[in-house]
């Protein structure tokens, strides 16, 4: 595998293998630049041996060095290598990708584990791929060097940050938009030994503060995240406690709010960038989308997301609980409802002119300029990564869908497609750390 990642870059590349069993000195030379030895043991007849390896890389970049401590599986490599590098060539502040901070939106701190914190994503996943990424305040000015911000949560925005949204959007900026429209609370006895462990407690959900003037804001650009949860019964995740679910089987009821969306059920778009390396995709409390093409007529609106045709739509107060959900019969549509859009193209501004409350000196872009374009991600939803998901019964595919469905996005924002075939070979390399003692202690929902 290293051979031929090397050959591809001609004499630009100088492979190099170094064996620590040769002698102490290469063991040390090892070691200084952070490869620890791992420990292989071996148990045969009554006898075991026990031996030290060395599983490392360092990558050398003119005068700069990075290492990867261990790379043990194949498919890891390929995907630790190109991840390294593109650190190593951007630097640390180069990615271009900002998180927007306004009230409202999912806490990216810890310790806390819950739905509404997404703090793993952010400073395990993120870090890791982009470096630190900066938080964006839309009262401030963007910096010129973002071209993607990413939004996860709700909020309003006030006129300010509107504007500053807007003339972002103006200039040809792309926005990827988790968007939560409905709040509840959930209360469970017992989370700290993970989902599954007991039914999920009644809740109600209620449409977020100011949500409508929100709303008046995303229909001028053509879209609208309305406020109802889509219940998908026969295309939802089990995650209920272990039960007698027919006559002698044991299993898992599963969760209406909680969409698999899979592309076997034409759930996923499979022509768009966005969605077409993906076999699955975890949507957890979603919300529909309406899109109006003749508020951007220049803007293509390409659905990307959808439930099968036996969703049912709850609007404005909805019971979360199990018990509650399944009490009233879910009727079909016999529809697609649409959960996630991409809308790209020449946008035209919100507004007709520069707000008075900023000097008439400011530069006005009344929409994208010609050779440009502008583009929206929008899933109503923000819980695809959200820390809940990391708990066993779900990692798997938050490791392995929602994960790199995201980070696929933001690459394409920023133009940058080599990464997105390799993840979508096998998510092994996106590990997680266990959750500390501390973490477990203030897991919320």
Known sequence: MLSEIASLGGSNVVLRFHDPDFSIEEQK?????????????????????????????TLTLGTRKETIPVSFYAEEIEYQILTTLRKMIRGPTDSGIGIL???????????????????????????????????????????????TLLWIGGGTLSEIAFYKLDQFLMRGGNLILLFKSMDFRLEPPNRKKGI?????????????????????IFESYGF????????????????????EVEPGVIGRNAYPPWILAGHSQEMLNEVSPFTKPLKNLLLPWVSSLTLFPDRQPNVRMEPILSSSEEAEVRSSIVALGEKQIFATPIRSGNKKIILGAVLEGSFQSAFASVPTIFKKSNSFLKQTPEGKSSRILVIGSPYLVSDLLAYPETRKIYQESNIPFLLNALDISGGDTDLIQIRGKKSAFLRLNPFSDAEKKYSVF
């Open 101 to 147: 901070s306004i009230p409202g939106t999912l806490s990216t701190t810890g310790p806390e584990i819950g739905k509404d914190t997404i703090g793993i994503f952010i400073n395990q996943i993120l870090k890791e791929e982009y470096g630190t990424l900066p938080e964006v305040h839309l009262e401030e000015d963007i910096q010129d060097s973002l071209h």
């Open 196 to 216: 599954g462990t007991n039914s999920i407690g009644a809740g109600i959900a209620k449409p977020t503060p100011r949500i409508e003037e929100q709303n008046r």
């Open 29 to 57: 030379k090892a070691i200084e630049a952070g490869i620890q030895p791992q420990i292989l043991e071996k148990t045969e007849l009554g006898s075991s041996q026990i031996k030290q390896a060395y599983f490392g890389l």
């Open 224 to 243: 609208r995240v309305n406020t109802d949860l889509v219940l998908d019964p026969n295309r939802s995740l089990p995650i209920g406690p272990l039960m």
